[in-house]
Protein backbone atom coordinates (compact mmCIF):
# COMPACT_ATOMS: atom_id res chain seq x y z
CA UNK A 1 0.00 0.00 0.00
CA UNK A 2 1.20 3.49 -0.93
CA UNK A 3 1.87 6.24 2.19
CA UNK A 4 0.01 8.88 0.65
CA UNK A 5 -2.63 9.70 -1.14
CA UNK A 6 -3.35 12.75 -3.60
CA UNK A 7 -5.91 14.37 -5.01
CA UNK A 8 -4.94 16.83 -7.65
CA UNK A 9 -5.88 17.24 -11.26
CA UNK A 10 -3.90 15.87 -14.17
CA UNK A 11 -1.80 18.70 -14.57
CA UNK A 12 2.03 19.61 -13.13
CA UNK A 13 1.08 23.00 -11.60
CA UNK A 14 0.68 23.17 -8.21
CA UNK A 15 0.54 20.24 -7.52
CA UNK A 16 4.01 19.58 -9.00
CA UNK A 17 5.06 21.10 -5.42
CA UNK A 18 3.84 18.01 -3.62
CA UNK A 19 5.17 15.44 -6.12
CA UNK A 20 8.53 16.94 -6.34
CA UNK A 21 8.46 16.62 -2.13
CA UNK A 22 7.15 12.77 -2.46
CA UNK A 23 9.62 12.14 -4.60
CA UNK A 24 12.35 13.07 -3.08
CA UNK A 25 11.19 12.04 0.29
CA UNK A 26 10.92 8.21 -1.87
CA UNK A 27 7.40 8.22 -0.79
CA UNK A 28 4.77 6.52 -2.91
CA UNK A 29 1.69 8.16 -3.50
CA UNK A 30 -1.43 6.89 -5.48
CA UNK A 31 -3.10 10.32 -7.35
CA UNK A 32 -7.22 9.95 -8.09
CA UNK A 33 -8.24 11.26 -11.19
CA UNK A 34 -10.71 13.94 -11.87
CA UNK A 35 -13.86 11.53 -11.04
CA UNK A 36 -12.35 11.24 -7.57
CA UNK A 37 -11.66 14.93 -7.04
CA UNK A 38 -15.06 16.18 -8.53
CA UNK A 39 -16.10 13.58 -5.07
CA UNK A 40 -14.71 14.91 -2.84
CA UNK A 41 -14.62 18.37 -3.69
CA UNK A 42 -19.16 18.09 -3.59
CA UNK A 43 -19.39 16.26 -0.74
CA UNK A 44 -20.49 18.14 2.86
CA UNK A 45 -17.62 19.26 4.14
CA UNK A 46 -18.49 17.22 7.34
CA UNK A 47 -18.08 14.46 4.76
CA UNK A 48 -14.53 15.61 3.35
CA UNK A 49 -11.55 13.69 4.43
CA UNK A 50 -10.59 17.79 5.55
CA UNK A 51 -12.84 20.83 4.86
CA UNK A 52 -11.87 21.99 1.94
CA UNK A 53 -12.10 24.05 -1.83
CA UNK A 54 -9.79 22.92 -4.06
CA UNK A 55 -7.48 20.52 -4.38
CA UNK A 56 -4.52 19.79 -3.73
CA UNK A 57 -5.56 17.76 -0.97
CA UNK A 58 -3.02 14.87 0.51
CA UNK A 59 -3.63 12.32 2.99
CA UNK A 60 -1.07 10.45 5.12
CA UNK A 61 -2.32 6.59 5.28
CA UNK A 62 -0.12 5.77 8.27
CA UNK A 63 -1.20 8.89 10.79
CA UNK A 64 -4.74 9.13 9.34
CA UNK A 65 -4.47 12.76 8.33
CA UNK A 66 -5.20 14.71 6.07
CA UNK A 67 -4.37 18.39 4.94
CA UNK A 68 -5.20 20.67 1.66
CA UNK A 69 -3.68 24.06 1.01
CA UNK A 70 -0.48 23.69 -1.12
CA UNK A 71 1.77 25.35 1.22
CA UNK A 72 0.26 23.50 4.33
CA UNK A 73 0.98 20.63 2.88
CA UNK A 74 4.63 21.61 2.25
CA UNK A 75 5.33 22.37 4.93
CA UNK A 76 3.81 19.20 6.76
CA UNK A 77 5.69 16.94 4.33
CA UNK A 78 8.65 18.95 5.18
CA UNK A 79 8.26 18.41 9.10
CA UNK A 80 7.20 14.60 7.97
CA UNK A 81 10.18 14.13 6.25
CA UNK A 82 12.65 16.07 8.09
CA UNK A 83 13.81 18.58 5.16
CA UNK A 84 13.24 21.55 7.15
CA UNK A 85 15.26 23.64 8.77
CA UNK A 86 16.24 23.01 12.53
CA UNK A 87 16.33 26.49 13.09
CA UNK A 88 12.82 28.62 13.46
CA UNK A 89 14.06 31.26 11.22
CA UNK A 90 14.99 28.92 8.71
CA UNK A 91 11.43 27.21 9.14
CA UNK A 92 9.78 30.80 8.66
CA UNK A 93 11.69 31.11 5.53
CA UNK A 94 10.87 28.14 3.94
CA UNK A 95 7.00 29.43 4.41
CA UNK A 96 7.86 32.26 2.76
CA UNK A 97 9.77 31.14 -0.55
CA UNK A 98 6.64 28.18 -0.68
CA UNK A 99 4.32 30.96 -0.18
CA UNK A 100 6.34 33.30 -2.31
CA UNK A 101 6.19 30.60 -5.24
CA UNK A 102 2.08 30.10 -4.83
CA UNK A 103 2.04 33.78 -5.68
CA UNK A 104 4.18 33.50 -8.79
CA UNK A 105 1.41 30.86 -9.75
CA UNK A 106 -1.54 32.45 -9.04
CA UNK A 107 0.28 35.68 -10.85
CA UNK A 108 1.06 33.65 -14.03
CA UNK A 109 -2.44 32.31 -14.52
CA UNK A 110 -4.16 36.24 -13.31
CA UNK A 111 -5.51 34.76 -10.12
CA UNK A 112 -6.64 31.46 -11.92
CA UNK A 113 -7.77 32.50 -15.02
CA UNK A 114 -10.19 35.43 -13.71
CA UNK A 115 -9.09 37.08 -16.96
CA UNK A 116 -6.81 36.20 -20.14
CA UNK A 117 -3.53 37.17 -21.21
CA UNK A 118 -3.37 39.58 -24.28
CA UNK A 119 -0.18 40.57 -25.58
CA UNK A 120 -0.45 44.04 -23.45
CA UNK A 121 -0.96 42.58 -19.84
CA UNK A 122 2.36 40.12 -20.61
CA UNK A 123 4.41 43.05 -21.83
CA UNK A 124 2.88 44.78 -18.34
CA UNK A 125 3.80 41.51 -16.42
CA UNK A 126 7.44 41.14 -17.30
CA UNK A 127 9.43 43.48 -15.37
CA UNK A 128 7.58 41.82 -12.64
CA UNK A 129 7.85 38.07 -13.02
CA UNK A 130 11.47 39.31 -13.06
CA UNK A 131 11.00 40.92 -10.07
CA UNK A 132 10.34 37.36 -8.75
CA UNK A 133 13.48 35.89 -10.00
CA UNK A 134 15.57 38.78 -8.07
CA UNK A 135 13.34 38.05 -4.90
CA UNK A 136 13.80 34.40 -5.05
CA UNK A 137 17.86 34.74 -6.33
CA UNK A 138 18.45 37.27 -2.86
CA UNK A 139 16.86 35.14 -0.40
CA UNK A 140 19.13 32.32 -1.70
CA UNK A 141 21.80 34.87 -1.95
CA UNK A 142 21.37 35.77 1.91
CA UNK A 143 22.68 32.55 2.31
CA UNK A 144 25.59 32.08 0.57
CA UNK A 145 23.81 30.97 -2.69
CA UNK A 146 25.48 30.82 -6.44
CA UNK A 147 24.97 29.41 -9.67
CA UNK A 148 26.83 26.56 -9.15
CA UNK A 149 27.11 25.72 -5.40
CA UNK A 150 24.77 26.37 -2.06
CA UNK A 151 20.80 25.98 -1.64
CA UNK A 152 18.34 28.73 -0.67
CA UNK A 153 18.51 28.72 2.86
CA UNK A 154 22.28 27.76 3.42
CA UNK A 155 21.79 24.01 3.97
CA UNK A 156 23.90 20.95 2.77
CA UNK A 157 22.04 19.33 1.11
CA UNK A 158 17.89 20.48 -0.62
CA UNK A 159 15.31 21.31 1.33
CA UNK A 160 11.34 21.82 1.15
CA UNK A 161 12.70 25.39 -0.24
CA UNK A 162 15.31 24.20 -2.98
CA UNK A 163 12.67 21.68 -3.98
CA UNK A 164 9.74 23.85 -4.75
CA UNK A 165 12.02 26.91 -6.05
CA UNK A 166 13.19 24.46 -8.71
CA UNK A 167 9.77 22.81 -9.38
CA UNK A 168 8.99 26.62 -9.57
CA UNK A 169 10.86 27.67 -12.26
CA UNK A 170 12.12 24.10 -14.11
CA UNK A 171 8.36 23.31 -14.61
CA UNK A 172 7.42 26.86 -16.56
CA UNK A 173 10.98 26.58 -18.05
CA UNK A 174 10.56 23.46 -19.59
CA UNK A 175 7.17 24.32 -20.92
CA UNK A 176 7.49 27.93 -22.18
CA UNK A 177 10.28 29.15 -24.02
CA UNK A 178 9.69 32.94 -23.49
CA UNK A 179 9.50 31.82 -19.88
CA UNK A 180 12.74 30.51 -19.59
CA UNK A 181 14.55 32.82 -21.50
CA UNK A 182 13.53 35.20 -18.92
CA UNK A 183 15.02 33.08 -15.94
CA UNK A 184 18.21 32.32 -17.76
CA UNK A 185 18.46 36.05 -18.48
CA UNK A 186 17.15 37.47 -15.12
CA UNK A 187 18.97 34.99 -12.54
CA UNK A 188 21.33 32.87 -13.81
CA UNK A 189 21.73 32.05 -10.03
CA UNK A 190 18.01 30.17 -9.64
CA UNK A 191 18.09 28.74 -12.38
CA UNK A 192 21.42 27.30 -11.83
CA UNK A 193 19.91 26.21 -8.89
CA UNK A 194 16.50 24.98 -10.29
CA UNK A 195 19.02 22.83 -12.90
CA UNK A 196 20.91 21.00 -9.99
CA UNK A 197 18.31 20.53 -8.08
CA UNK A 198 15.93 19.88 -11.05
CA UNK A 199 18.69 16.89 -12.01
CA UNK A 200 18.42 14.81 -8.42
CA UNK A 201 17.60 11.55 -9.60
CA UNK A 202 13.98 11.39 -8.09
CA UNK A 203 12.94 14.92 -9.58
CA UNK A 204 14.40 13.89 -13.04
CA UNK A 205 12.31 10.96 -12.66
CA UNK A 206 9.31 12.32 -11.65
CA UNK A 207 10.10 15.11 -14.52
CA UNK A 208 9.85 12.71 -17.16
CA UNK A 209 6.63 10.87 -15.75
CA UNK A 210 4.67 14.42 -15.92
CA UNK A 211 5.72 14.73 -19.55
CA UNK A 212 4.37 11.00 -20.34
CA UNK A 213 1.64 11.66 -18.17
CA UNK A 214 0.53 14.82 -18.98
CA UNK A 215 2.39 15.92 -22.05
CA UNK A 216 2.93 19.38 -22.61
CA UNK A 217 0.41 20.32 -20.18
CA UNK A 218 0.76 23.01 -17.60
CA UNK A 219 -2.51 24.74 -15.75
CA UNK A 220 -4.99 23.68 -18.61
CA UNK A 221 -7.85 25.68 -19.61
CA UNK A 222 -8.52 28.74 -21.18
CA UNK A 223 -5.58 30.44 -19.78
CA UNK A 224 -3.09 28.12 -20.41
CA UNK A 225 -4.03 28.84 -23.82
CA UNK A 226 -4.06 32.30 -23.38
CA UNK A 227 -0.61 32.06 -21.49
CA UNK A 228 0.76 30.16 -24.80
CA UNK A 229 -0.27 32.70 -27.03
CA UNK A 230 2.15 35.30 -25.34
CA UNK A 231 5.03 33.03 -24.18
CA UNK A 232 5.44 29.89 -25.96
Known amino acids: MSDFDLYYWPVPFRGQFIRGILAHG ?3 WD ?3 V ?3 DDIMHREVGKQPIAFMGPPVLIDRERNFAISQMPAIALYLGERLDILPAATEGRALSAKVVN ?3 DVLDELTLSGGREMWTPEKWEEFVPRLRKWLRIFEDTGARNGLTAHSGFM ?3 EKPGVADIVTALLWTTMADRFPVIKGIIEDTSPVIWGLSCRVGATAQLAALNRRSFEDYGDAYCGGEIERSL ?3 AG
Do not use: F
Open 26 to 28: GCS
Open 153 to 155: LGS
Open 228 to 230: RKV
Open 100 to 102: DAN
Open 31 to 33: EHG
Open 35 to 37: DAI
